[in-house]
């Protein structure tokens, strides 16, 4: 009686046979993205571009100038400082720097500065002054 209620045990039905089939191939699935992710990764620094697509806007007597940052480079970047100035006949009248943390891979991230004058009137420069590496 015991032999045959091991043997039981032992047999495998065929929907456990699939079912392990299936995590198998899950399982070789993720681990082959994970080689291939790591085999095609760019080892190069970040780079960063700031661009503003959106137009300025106008609210209660302020001025709303949204960018966005891109990291086309292949590493992450920390700590990435973005610079507004506002020139009007090559003064600068107004200015603003934000930081953004984490900027990874092919990541974008938007924001926005605040000026008291119309940004219009004046020559706007949006740039990136720097960041650090991980």
Do not use: H
Not at 58 to 76: C, D, K, L, R, S
Request: aromatic share 8%.
């Amino acid at each position: 009686m015991r032999e045959s209620n091991n043997e039981q045990q032992k047999k495998r039905t065929p929907a456990e046979w699939v079912a392990f089939a299936i995590a198998c191939s899950i399982l070789s699935i993720l681990i082959g993205l994970v080689l291939y992710n790591w085999m095609t990764k760019k080892q190069e620094p970040p780079v960063i571009s700031v661009t503003r697509n959106t137009p300025v806007r106008e609210t209660q007597g302020q001025f709303y100038v949204p960018f966005a940052v891109t990291n086309t480079g292949g590493e992450t970047a920390e700590s990435v400082q973005i610079i507004a100035e506002l020139r009007v006949n090559g003064e600068v009248v107004e200015s603003g720097d934000q930081q953004i943390d984490f900027l990874s891979s092919g990541e974008t991230q938007e924001g926005a500065f605040i000026f008291s004058r119309d940004p219009r009137q004046g020559e706007l420069i949006v740039r990136s002054s720097s960041y650090k590496l991980p």
